[in-house]
């Protein structure tokens, strides 16, 4: 089955940092436009950033850009989400997908058409 593994999840204080990282199982991301998801208790999906394949163009929804950054080790075949000081409300599970239409702000707004090959997603909680 292709899907995106999602790891780096932790519990961490309000103020830290955490990497998350998204790595395809059984196909490259070379042809992909990688996108962050969450969805916290009692909420919606929210789409978090975004990243393109080849001209490295990056989207950020508004809650999170400042303090989260999206990157991608081809080599390593991994995009990752550095997150920095972390709020309780970024506590979640947080998801990665690919898609071949590239990285827009429309790729991280709701209902998230085009999107596939979604992980289970790595939990992240924000409490003192």
């Known amino acids: 089955q292709l899907q995106f593994v999602e790891s780096g999840g932790a519990l961490v204080q309000p103020g830290g940092s955490l990497r998350l990282s998204c790595t395809p199982s059984g196909f490259i991301l070379d042809f992909f436009a990688v996108g962050w998801f969450r969805q916290s208790p009692g909420k919606e999906r929210e789409g978090v950033s975004c990243i393109s394949n080849f001209d490295d163009i990056r989207h950020y929804g508004d809650a999170v850009k400042d303090r989260f950054t999206i990157s991608r080790d081809k080599a390593k075949n991994t995009v990752y989400l550095q997150i920095t000081n972390l709020k309780p409300e970024d506590t979640g599970l947080y998801y990665c997908?690919?898609?071949?239409?590239?990285?827009?702000?429309?790729?991280?707004?709701?209902?998230?058409?085009?999107?596939?090959?979604w992980g289970e997603g790595t939990l992240v909680t924000v409490s003192s």
């Open positions: 997908a690919a898609t071949g239409n590239g990285c827009s702000q429309q790729t991280i707004t709701p209902p998230f058409y085009g999107l596939d090959y």
